[in-house]
């Protein structure tokens, strides 16, 4: 083999060497698509929606996201403020019956005060509180998102079928998020299967009278 080939073959090696390289720091910066959607789920959807379908968007978002509340660790809880939290929250279950605006603008206000309480950012924050708690619990974060958007709906009528409906269903949701950050659980996907959030009802020992995933009940 002469001289001018070894050299065309060690340019060639070096160039291929230099292009996998460079992808793979690229994926390394990215997160990676694939890893991105196993760590954020349906809310992974949600950032490509919120970018008009736009993935490169989306995962730059996301990164970000990873970026800044990544290394937050949540602050543990004393029992009797868990159990203030817990008793405040079944008593707005209670509320919805007669009163869903009102239960729904509380549901969304002990999440913001709870979250703040485990150390996420401050309650006067919601996007950068929403941000932390999308990265620590992907899976139900959307509750919270819909429970804050029914609070912050003022048209149509209060007692109207559809509008109570979505109340309802917004509690519900959003009672995933509040049972994860009340029991330190980091992300239900980790516990499939306990089907312990199934019902809407949170365990406390007292009977819980308004609010369960079937529908509005009357004690």
């Known amino acids: ?22 992808m793979l720091s690229r994926r390394r910066q990215n997160g990676g698509g694939g890893s991105l959607k196993r760590r954020f789920g349906p809310e992974y959807d949600h950032a490509v929606a919120r970018h008009d379908g736009d993935t490169k968007a989306a995962e730059r978002d996301l990164n970000e996201r990873v970026k ?40 969304d206000r002990l999440i913001a005060e709870l979250a703040a309480a485990r ?54 949701d959003a009672r995933e998020l509040f049972d994860a950050l009340i029991t330190d659980e980091p992300d239900s996907r980790h516990a499939a299967g306990s089907g312990k959030h199934l019902s809407g009802k949170h365990t406390t020992g007292k009977r819980s009278h308004g609010i369960t995933g079937r529908g509005v009940q009357h004690g």
């Open 68 to 107: 800044r509340h990544g290394s937050l660790r949540p602050q543990p809880l004393e029992p009797a403020t868990r159990k203030q939290y817990s008793d405040r929250w079944n008593l707005a279950q209670e509320r919805f019956v007669d009163s869903p605006r009102e239960a729904v603008t509380e549901a």
């Open 119 to 172: 150390g996420f950012p401050d309650a006067g924050h919601y996007e950068d509180q929403l941000d932390a708690l999308s990265v620590h619990h992907s899976t139900h974060v959307h509750g919270y998102r819909r429970v804050h958007r029914a609070a912050l709906d003022t048209t149509g009528s209060e007692e109207g079928r559809a509008g109570t409906e979505e109340m309802r269903a917004a509690m519900v």
């Open 1 to 22: 083999m002469s001289t001018v080939m070894i050299i065309v073959l060690i340019v060639v090696v070096v160039v291929l060497a230099a292009a996998a390289f460079a």
